[in-house]
Structures are given as C-alpha cells and as structure tokens.
C-alpha cells in the first residue's frame, strides 16, 4: 500500500521506502499520471487538495480530473474524503481532505495534542480531539475557524503579510509584485537551507543567500546597493514575525478551545515552529514520514479500516 497526497504544487508519495516528493504545479499543466507511474501497480490511498489549482473552473473539475489521472495509472486507488471515508469516484467530499487523514491518523495516540503542519504554502492547525466536529469542514471553514493559515515556508508572498516594514526607522511601504517569498526569507534566516527550497523562486533565479536577499531588496523596490544586506535581511525579519504571529495565534487559539495539552509539529516548518512554540516535532516519533504527513497518514488509515498491517 502507498499513500498519496496530491496538493496543487507538489506531489507527495509514501511507501515502504520512504518518502518521494515530486514538485508538480497543476496550474502549469504538470503531467501528474506521468509522475504517478513508477507506482503503478500498487495499491493506493490518495488525499489531494490540488482541485483548488486555478486552472480548473471548479472544486469538482478538479477532483475529476485528479482522479481520473490517479485512476489512469493505478485504476483500485481509494481516495479519502472530509467524510472520513474512502470512495472510489468523484464526489465533493474529496476536496481538501488531506487536513482530515492526518487527524484521523493520529487521534487516539495524539487526543492531547493539536497538530500543526506547516508545508510550502498552508499550515494546517488541528485540534486531534475535536475529530467528530472537524469532519465535513471545508476549507472555507477552516479558514474562518483559524484552522487553515494561508502561509507557508516556501511559496508566500512577502507582500501578502507585510504592507509597510521600517527601514533605517522610516515607515516604507511595499510593493505588491511577487518580487520575493517566504523561502527567500527563511532562506536568509537560516530557517531552511539551500536544497529545502524545492519550489521555484519569483524570479525563477537561484536560490542562493545572495539572490534571495536581491529579492527581498526589492520587495521594497530597492537594489542592494541602495539599503545594504541589513535592509534586505529587515525586511525577511519583519515577514517572519508576521508570519510567526499569525500562525502562533491560530495555534494558541486551538489550545484554548480544545484544552489540548501540548502541540505537535510536521512539514518543513516542523522544527522551526516547536522552537518556536514550545512544541515537539513528530519527525522525533514517526521519523521522515511526519514531511509527508497526510500521504503517510491516508496510507494507514487505510491499512486500519483493510486490517492490514
């Protein structure tokens, strides 16, 4: 059995050996049954959020047309739904359900804990004792819950969480091109290295200190040579401590509600955000796996509901 999570970036498989995540932007036509064949031939539990990817006109093309290409290669997978069930054919229920198999996964053994999952573009925040509430929520719930945070590690936009950084102590504000994002400022922080920024840079340069702090230079439409590396490494400081508070208090925010008693990390930002949050990361329990959670976590509430092992 293999686990699949199909987001609207990347394409996330886990399986006996390991995890296999392929950058796959749907909305730049990416050949997903291509990519899915060297699974071919294995059973196959599949979560997605990807029918969100603009190039399709609704939720519901979406979800046909992953499937169909899921189906095209590996024509027995099941796929997980917000019912937390499993079908095996189109229906809404499969929008966005990637959220909930982790949850499902992890609820009798984490029942104290919230999640966060924190990947290139979202962070998840799940409260693992709330599982009969969470179950039907879409994303449009989740987001006014505080249960889905629209940032990420690599894919933000700067732009979309700072309007205005101080520079030099003048108030400046910012432009609002897709000059530079979130990868580029833990790039130049020092949260994630070189080879963690899988996704294409705005500029599709490289993804080097240099060349990301050019980036957040303009940002503020600036050269180096015009505010220096510290002027560029303000204006990354600044985007994360928006971006950290803004997470931080969807998380506190879950905490309160649930009374959970500790917070549980995964995805890139895992190791980050337990400092940060005084969390612990499940990569300590599950290992490698906890990157790729909802492709791990389909894959074994599958085996639970087949009994398999």
């Not at 099941?78 to 949850?103: C, E, K, M, Q």
Request: charged share 20%; hydrophobic share 45%.
């Amino acid at each position: 059995m293999i686990g699949i999570d199909i987001g609207g970036a990347n394409l996330k498989v886990v399986d006996d050996t390991g995890v296999h995540i392929h950058y796959c932007p749907l909305w730049q036509g990416a050949p997903l049954a291509d990519l899915l064949k060297p699974y071919a031939g294995k059973p196959a539990a599949v979560v997605m959020s990807g029918e969100l990817a603009d190039c399709f006109a609704s939720k519901m093309d979406g979800i046909r047309w992953i499937v169909g290409a899921v189906q095209e290669v590996i024509p027995g997978a099941v796929f997980y739904g917000t019912d937390a069930a499993f079908h095996t054919r189109p229906v809404p229920a499969l929008a966005a359900a990637n959220w909930l198999a982790s949850a499902d996964c992890l609820r009798e053994n984490y029942a104290d804990a919230v999640l966060l999952d924190v990947g290139s573009t979202t962070a998840d925040v799940v409260p693992l004792n709330r599982f009969e509430d969470l179950r039907g929520l879409t994303d449009t719930r989740r987001l006014q819950e505080q249960y889905l945070v629209y940032t990420g590690m690599l894919r933000t936009n700067v732009a979309t969480l700072v309007s205005s950084v101080m520079l030099d102590g003048t108030a400046t504000p910012v432009s609002t091109e897709y000059f530079a994002a979130s990868g580029d400022a833990h790039l130049v922080l020092g949260h994630i290295a070189p080879e963690d920024y899988t996704s294409p840079a705005p500029d599709n340069g490289e993804k080097t200190l240099d060349a990301a702090l050019r980036r957040l230079a303009r940002v503020v439409c600036a050269d180096i040579d015009e505010i220096g590396r510290d002027g560029a490494l303000d204006v990354a400081r600044q985007f994360w401590d928006a971006q950290r508070t803004l997470i931080a208090r969807a998380v506190e925010q879950a905490v309160s509600r649930s009374g959970a008693g500790r917070v549980i990390t995964a995805g890139i930002g895992a190791n980050l955000f337990a400092r940060e949050l005084g969390g612990v990361t499940l990569e300590e329990e599950i290992g490698e796996v906890s990157d790729a959670l909802p492709a791990y976590a389909v894959r074994e509430v599958a085996l639970r509901h087949s009994g398999g092992t």
